[in-house]
């Protein structure tokens, strides 16, 4: 088995990657690094095809891969631009800007703006919200802005993301060099990309195949400004083991085993189970942090906690949930959090549960899965003399509520790219 001396190539182009992620808002530093990773990309071929002798039935093989190559647009550009780079000089690229208002659960219209690459993502977020952001809305919700560096030749994709994919895709070509099982991993498009490359009008990088600190990467290239206090926010996830109750009283422990959960594969079911348990904690300790129950493909549980700090920034904290529920390749959620329930008030239809003087407390338990219905346990309650007092639980099947839609979204795109 010869060693591949294409493997230590790679690992250049991703040092390369790594420096103009790390200066990507720095307009010389990112340039150079860009135009380094570019032409370590190409050499990645050039060293494989040096070694042909060494490689078992190289030619028929590797005329399979090239064939493969030559058909994505992304790699075909990479090829150009490091030609460009070597006899000509740099790449004609600018900095953009793509901002939206995030006030609800749902995918914000986006508008993009050719901005200076000087400034940092604070001052283009600020200058945004300023310039054109109207006076009526600069008041609720956050301003999304993710800056990108973008070439004209590849329209839409930034620039990252495209050497991403490059690299991706060549891994996958150098790692199949010894086993030669074939460039299948590019052909394995779902049917929505390959509508969209019929007109050559979208690049489609393959996110799938990213490493994860590529994949993740988008998200430093963004900033949140919160409109009602005019400052940038982060929002925090705190993630836990699933496994075992650690730091609690034996009183406590006794009280979870009284409690049995017969068919660990039903999801209706598993969420009794742990609402149970959430009744417990309400009634020792007071309250319910909002928890996620993930489940893998395996059933395998892990838990993740978070805290909502107020209504607008619950859109964001459901984002960053649902980016954590994509990591983990979750296949069915439980979410169990204290909730307000109040009737509609007529007069003021939008008027929140919270702020209805009709309102009442419940500890709520939701279950989805990616395939498959979604339900909805509500179990109301009263305080009295420092004790919680639990009233008749109600179910729901079939139900859609709006905080659950970033997690659909990623959900449907996954399913998409299974097909």
Known sequence: MPK????????????????????????????????????????VTFILQKQKSEINNFETWYSNWQRCLKQDPILSWCV?????????GDLKTESMAIASLVISYNRSPENEFKVDP???????????????????????GYLRVERVWRVEELKNVELLDALAHAFSILGHLVN?????????????????????DNDNSVLNPRFDLFAPCMSEFSEY?????????????????????????????????????????????DLFETAQYFLEIGK??????????????????????SLLHTEFPDNEDKPLVWESLAKEIKKRKTTSVIFIAEIWMAPLNALNPFMRASESPDRKEAIQAFGAKTRGSEFMITVPFYRENDDVKFEIATISHDVWPDFFEPVRRRWKKRRLQKS
């Open 176 to 196: 199949d060099a010894i086993k030669q099982i074939g460039p299948s991993i590019l052909e394995n498009e779902n049917d929505e990309t390959k509508n969209q």
């Open 221 to 265: 290239r963004v900033s949140w400004l919160k409109l009602s206090t005019d400052q940038f926010s982060y929002i925090k996830t705190y993630t836990g083991s699933a496994k075992g109750l650690p730091n609690v009283s034996e009183e406590f422990k006794k009280e979870v085993e009284k409690i049995k959960l017969k068919n660990k594969t």
């Open 80 to 88: 150009a631009a490091r030609n460009l780079i070597v006899k000509e």
């Open 4 to 43: 591949l001396q294409a493997k230590a190539r790679l690992r250049e182009v991703f040092k390369h990657w790594k420096d103009a992620a790390a200066s990507y808002h720095d307009p010389e530093g990112f340039r150079i690094s860009l135009n380094s990773c570019i032409q370590a990309l190409r050499n």
């Open 118 to 140: 000087t400034l940092s993502n604070k001052a283009i977020a600020k200058l945004i919200s300023k310039k054109y952001l109207p006076k009526a809305l600069q008041k609720y």
């Open 280 to 301: 417990i904690i309400l009634k020792k300790q007071g309250f319910h942090f909002p928890t996620l129950i993930l489940f893998d493909r395996k059933k395998r549980p």
